[in-house]
């Protein structure tokens, strides 16, 4: 039987977790966006949330700015460097541990293929890649349990997965040759600097004019006389290739620092050595791109975080050209992965039914429906207003929650799913509730509140498992 309308399989102790640990004193929780960003959400919702006598500063609830905040984010204190060999190395990724539902250091799960199940999963996924057409479903079945770490299997299942692929096999170097060039484009064309641009108008200019090829008057300079407003430096025109190189160099310059703080405990994004600088400046091109490409959203802080794991799998691919081309490889994926959480990053949609805000009350109806005991302690008594928190999980995708080969087993079952990652990105941050909901229900709102802005290392096996579970309830 079911008490307090929790359903049998939620009381089931392998989901729950100790007794919380004594009250401490709420400490900032790890983000990627500035604390400026979170100021889109009401002041009212955290003045209620605090009484007087908390000793708590409560954060103010995260939603996505339209525009890059000029105000630096603050910088984490440092961590060791850890190199991560194989995705799915866990022995050095730096977990915390905390005995959350029976894992102590790193989930069982992140152990590589040290198991049966996974050294078969991996035999089918080689074949199913294997084959001339390509049984998308069974690589989505097969992958949404996790992708052991096989030469090259995650990052082409990952491609397969986000449309960069076509499932005919015989396709891929006719598609392949066609999208790596038309990024090679991009770059060209939009990386340069107005003068750069001025001079190729004028050479072309002077190219129709002389019938030669010769540039003789200006050689490849603009004449004073030649130069139109819109080309000046000081030209305020909307359309001035000036200021609009101008409104970029602020969008460029915070690109820049949130790729600098990219998995500062990763010496694969991190650090002096000229492999992480590549990868870093492989990230800021590609950001800088899309900002150009998009202008109805350019660039948001947190965008790198999203960025970064579909780059490291497509450059340790071991295939002998992918990782070389890693970079465009990893540009159309991102537009693609990108695609289906644009909304949750537009401040122009926060209030509409497709917007952060619509998406943050779907997880706490998510909740409600499945454990309506964990959600009423949540936010009707202890006033945790699922902003505090689920703002970072959803817009991150679960990047800073976990640790980074945790997080792409995460991914293998967010890309999977047919209906969408969204979907199935709410059942987990729901999953992820529920998995602590004894020390939740024990909890007041400052522990509770630190509990989701810090969340304990699970094993992600179960994590998914009630995830996929609620699909089955909800279906049901």
């Known amino acids: 039987m079911a008490k307090n309308h929790v359903p049998d399989w939620l009381n089931n102790s392998l989901w729950s977790s100790r007794s919380p640990p004594p009250q401490q004193s709420l400490t900032p929780a790890k983000t990627s966006i500035d604390s400026e960003d979170m100021n889109r959400s009401t002041n009212s919702a955290v003045k209620s949330s605090v009484s007087a006598e908390s000793s708590v500063n409560m954060p103010v609830p995260m939603l996505p700015p339209a525009v890059i905040r000029a105000e630096p984010r603050p910088v984490p204190p440092p961590s060791p460097k850890v190199e991560i060999i194989g995705p799915l190395n866990s022995s050095s990724s730096n977990c915390r541990s905390d005995g959350e539902n029976g894992s102590s250091a790193s989930s069982t799960a992140t152990s590589g293929i040290s198991s049966t199940e996974n050294i078969s999963r991996q035999a089918q996924l080689s074949q199913e890649l294997s084959r001339k057409i390509i049984n998308l479903g069974e690589v989505r079945r097969l992958a949404s349990q996790g992708i052991p770490d096989g030469p090259g299997i995650r990052a082409i299942v990952w491609k397969l997965l986000l449309g960069y692929l076509p499932t005919e096999k015989a396709l891929w170097p006719t598609e392949l040759a066609k999208k790596r060039p038309q990024y090679k484009q991009f770059k060209e064309e939009l990386l340069m600097n107005p003068s750069e641009i001025a001079r190729r108008l004028e050479k072309s200019a002077s190219l129709e004019n002389d019938g030669t090829g010769t540039d003789i008057e200006g050689k490849g300079v603009l004449s004073r006389s030649k130069v139109t407003q819109e080309e000046h430096p000081l030209s305020l025109g909307k359309s001035s290739i000036w200021n609009q190189f101008f409104q970029d160099t602020e969008i460029i310059e915070q690109i820049d620092r949130d790729v600098k703080r990219t998995h500062p405990d990763l010496h694969f994004f991190s650090g002096d050595t000229p492999s992480a600088k590549s990868n870093q400046d492989a990230l800021r091109i590609i950001l800088i791109i899309f900002a150009k490409l998009n202008p109805g959203i350019r660039y948001v802080q947190g965008m790198n975080e999203i960025l970064a794991p579909l780059f490291y799998v497509f450059r340790n691919d071991p295939n002998e050209e992918d990782p070389a081309m890693a970079e465009a490889d990893t540009f159309f994926c991102f537009v693609e992965l990108l695609s289906g959480f ?135």
Request: glycine share 2%; hydrophobic share 40%; with cysteine.
């Open 342 to 476: 644009r909304d949750n990053f537009c401040q122009q949609l926060d209030n509409s039914v497709v917007g952060i805000r619509s998406t943050i009350t779907r997880l706490s109806q998510l909740l409600k429906e499945h454990d309506e005991e964990l959600w009423r302690h949540l936010e009707v008594t202890t006033n945790v207003n699922p902003q505090f928190y689920a703002f970072r999980w959803i817009t991150l995708l679960l990047t800073q929650e976990f640790n980074f080969p945790d997080s792409l087993l995460i991914w293998d079952t967010l890309l999977s799913d047919p209906e969408g990652p969204q979907e199935t990105l709410l059942r987990i941050c729901c999953a992820m509730l529920i998995i602590v909901r004894r020390r939740l229900l024990a909890g007041d709102f400052t522990s509770n509140l630190k509990l989701l802005q810090n969340y304990p290392s699970s094993n992600i096996s179960h994590l998914l498992y009630v995830a996929d579970k609620l699909r089955v309830k909800s279906a049901g």
